[in-house]
T-cell receptor
Framework: ETGVTQSPTHLIKTRGQQVTLRCSSQ?????VSWYQQALGQGPQFIFQ???????GRGNFPPRFSGLQFPNYSSELNVNALELDDSALYLC?????????????FGEGSRLTVL | RKEVEQDPGPFNVPEGATVAFNCTYS??????FFWYRQDCRKEPKLLMS???SGNEDGRFTAQLNRASQYISLLIRDSKLSDSATYLC???????????FGTGTSLTVIP
């Protein structure tokens, strides 16, 4: 067990709805990254949060947004859901930005958009 | 062009076989390299880091060729429990983004 917890584990939404996914980072880790993994693909970087600020963003539209809280937990929000947003959303915590070491992943939130 | 390219497989090998996976990366500024393992419907987990000098962990050997921008993973004496998807991962040490390949699927057959 990595100590990274995500909720919910599964959810189903319809196009146009909004979703919030939550993540608690591993103890001692102040950096949280979010990844999207579509079926048959590798994880794709959405963004990273460090000290409650966005610290880098991948090629995702603004309807993907996030937050980090003082206890380092994080949320991913997706507005105006599209069918292609169906994927496994993975949260990963790490020691610090720029630390080239291990990413510790949670078990993910599997989102289905109908 | 994708940052990291992998042959998706699938690789189906008998128990005891030796199997090798290859991966190429496009950005010469890449500094850190890893292999992650992902079991079906589970999260990725670090298998091993990859160092310029090459490194070995039991039956697993990873190698890096910076000149060719190429990373490899060799698994010797395959076990049924090695069946998984193996993800090649690259980081440029600029802070945040890890680039994952699409993964190579391995099934070890009894």
């Amino acid at each position: 067990e990595t100590g990274v917890t995500q909720s919910p584990t599964h959810l189903i939404k319809t196009r146009g709805q909004q979703v919030t996914l939550r993540c608690s980072s591993q103890s001692g880790h102040n950096t949280v990254s979010w990844y999207q993994q579509a079926l048959g693909q590798g994880p794709q970087f959405i963004f990273q949060y460090y000290r409650e600020e966005e610290n880098g963003r991948g090629n995702f539209p603004p309807r993907f947004s996030g937050l980090q809280f003082p206890n380092y937990s994080s949320e991913l929000n997706v507005n105006a859901l599209e069918l292609d947003d169906s994927a496994l959303y993975l949260c990963a915590s790490s020691l610090a930005p720029g630390h080239p070491g291990e990413l510790f992943f949670g078990e993910g939130s599997r989102l289905t958009v109908l | 062009r994708k940052e990291v390219e992998q042959d998706p497989g699938p690789f189906n090998v008998p128990e005891g076989a030796t199997v090798a996976f290859n991966c190429t990366y496009s950005n010469s500024a890449s500094q850190s390299f890893f292999w992650y393992r992902q079991d079906c419907r589970k999260e990725p987990k670090l298998l091993m880091s990859v160092y310029s000098s090459g490194n070995e962990d039991g039956r697993f050997t990873a190698q890096l060729n910076r000149a060719s921008q190429y990373i490899s993973l060799l698994i010797r004496d395959s076990k049924l429990s090695d069946s998984a998807t193996y993800l090649c991962v690259v980081n440029m040490n600029t802070g945040n983004q890890f680039y994952f390949g699409t993964g190579t699927s391995l099934t070890v057959i009894p």
